[in-house]
Each structure stands twice: as C-alpha cells, then as structure tokens.
C-alpha cells in the first residue's frame, strides 16, 4: 500500500460509520418530527432524536481522542492545497457539530424540561436551568447548526463521491475498506 492508499484503522473506521449512521439518522428525524404536527409518532420521533443526540456525545468524543493517538493518512500530493485546506476544515467542523450539537440540545431540552428519555432505559437529569425563552432560542440555533452539519455532511459524501467516481483513486476505500480494493 502507498503512503497516498494508505487506509484508516479498524477502529477509525467503526467510529465514522457508526456516526454517519446517526446522524443521517438523526437529521431527516429531526425534519420529519417538527412538520408532521403534535402525536405519539412525534413524541417517538423526539425521544430516538434525544437518544441518538445522547449516544453521538461518547462516540464523538472517543472518536477525537482516538483521532489525537491516531492521525489521519495523508491526503495525496497531486490534490490542490486549497481543496485539502477544505476537506481539513470541513472535518475540523464536523467533529465540532458532533459534540456541540448534543450538548446544545440537552442544555435547550433542560431549560424547557423536556425530558431526555435515553431508549427508554433511563433519563438524563437537567442541565441548565428551566428558561423556556432561552430554549426557544437554543432550539432555534440547534436547528441552524443541524443545516449546517446536514449542508457539510453533503459536502462530505460528494467529495468522497468525486475521488471515487471522478478522480478514481482510493480515497473513499480508505474509509470504507482500509484502503483495499
């Protein structure tokens, strides 16, 4: 394997496709569960969102400290500066979300007193105050901030997309295999 195939680690790649999977879960739920109007099917919808938002704090969390002990494989030379620029802070971006947009959501669903039922095994207790202006402003940055995260996890899949299909190189199967065809 050359260093511009080499390919992410077992654990690496557990921790991206476990997170992808909950947040491609946990964007079209959160959509889905503020349009379809006051029900049973919204109050599940609103308790798997919080669950999901609480599992995402300890796999974004292991997902960075494993990340520190274990860098990323380099980028090959022949990709412009200016696009591995983006794709660094597009990454850099992404791990914020994870880990501010759960937060974000218990500190707002703790000033409304919503509570935070985690599959239905137990309850987060509150973490802030009941203020239920603030968390109509929290909810409301929540929301922006999970465009935010959907726009970039867009841009994350097209670009992989690209190396696969457009550049043809082994960028994608780094992540998905470790970089073997």
């Not at 790649?13 to 919204?42: D, K």
């Not at 509150?126 to 726009?151: C, K, Y």
């Amino acid at each position: 394997m050359t260093p511009d195939t080499q390919g992410y680690s077992l654990t690496a790649r557990v921790f991206h496709w476990v997170t992808a999977l909950l947040v491609l879960a946990a964007i079209p739920m959160a959509i889905i569960m503020n349009n379809i109007g006051e029900g049973s099917l919204q109050d599940f919808l609103f308790d798997m969102h919080r669950s999901i938002g609480v599992l995402l704090i300890p796999i974004a969390l292991g997902r960075l400290f494993w990340r520190f002990g274990h860098p990323p494989p380099t980028l090959p030379d022949d990709i412009p500066a200016a696009q591995q620029l983006v794709a660094r802070l597009t990454h850099y971006a992404l791990y914020v979300l994870l880990i501010a947009q759960p937060i974000l959501g218990w500190v707002a669903s703790s000033a409304y007193r919503a509570p935070i039922t985690v599959f239905w095994l137990f309850d987060l207790p509150p973490i802030w105050p009941e203020n239920r202006a603030l968390s109509e402003q929290l909810f409301d940055v929540h929301m922006w901030l999970g465009f935010t995260m959907g726009a970039l996890v867009c841009a994350h899949i097209g670009a992989a997309l690209f190396h696969h299909f457009g550049r043809r190189d082994q960028i994608l199967l780094r992540m998905w295999s470790g970089g073997r065809a």
